[in-house]
T-cell receptor
């Protein structure tokens, strides 16, 4: 089965509010995690990543939080915009070469 | 740079036909990957390559073959197409050096239907 999973398949958020997308992983030995954004009809696009020796990392309007105790990862998007509508995937480094991907969360922005 | 390019964008195959999905990257990346994505699902790794002449199986390699004769190209071959291979196929690449994180850059995908 999947070693990376997501809590919610769809998330609806009011435009301007903050979005929080959650992800659980099962391999405690994973040392690298990535969030990708996939818009309809396009390939995944890198958003932000984090190593296991960190618990927080910030980018432009996005923050990734890593809780190794409960093996949980979250992506926070500040001031959600219509352009943020997409499916968001978390992925973990399963080995030196492979990423294991979760099923994705679809983010819907309400006007 | 064009990044990662894939051809064709769409293809319909009959059961038993064969085809090659092309992938090219112009970023001088050493690592390249092929994934498939079924509707509403995440990506599953088919094959990957850590450099020219070196390939290895991923999570779902059955029914596929790859080759890596150059740094730039990483074609994926389907020999006997089956309906279970209906999917969207993504090629990705990364320049993976010691200490660097594995940020993969993706192509636009090939949508394959097997009837």
């Amino acid at each position: 089965g999947e070693s990376v999973g997501l809590h919610l398949p769809t998330l609806s958020v009011q435009e301007g509010d903050n979005s929080i997308i959650n992800c659980a992983y099962s391999n405690s030995a994973s040392d690298y995690f990535i969030w990708y954004k996939q818009e309809s009809g396009k390939g995944p696009q890198f958003i932000i990543d984090i190593r296991s020796n960190m618990d927080k990392r910030q980018g432009q309007r996005v923050t990734v939080l890593l809780n190794k105790t409960v093996k949980h990862l979250s992506l926070q998007i500040a001031a959600t915009q219509p352009g943020d509508s997409a499916v968001y995937f978390c992925a973990e480094n399963h080995s030196n070469y492979q990423l294991i991907w979760g099923a994705g969360t679809k983010l819907i922005i309400k006007p | 740079n064009a990044g990662v390019t894939q051809t064709p964008k769409f293809r319909i195959l009959k059961i038993g036909q064969s085809m090659t999905l092309q992938c090219t990257q112009d970023m001088n990346h050493n690592y390249m990957y092929w994934y498939r994505q079924d509707p509403g699902m995440g990506l599953k790794l088919i094959y990957y390559s850590v450099g020219a002449g070196i390939t290895d199986k991923g999570e779902v390699p059955n029914g596929y073959n790859v080759s890596r004769s150059t740094t730039e190209d990483f074609p994926l071959r389907l020999e006997l197409a089956a309906p279970s291979q209906t999917s969207v196929y993504f090629c990705a690449s990364t320049r993976r050096l010691a200490g660097e994180m594995d940020t993969q850059y993706f192509g636009p995908g090939t949508r394959l239907t097997v009837l």
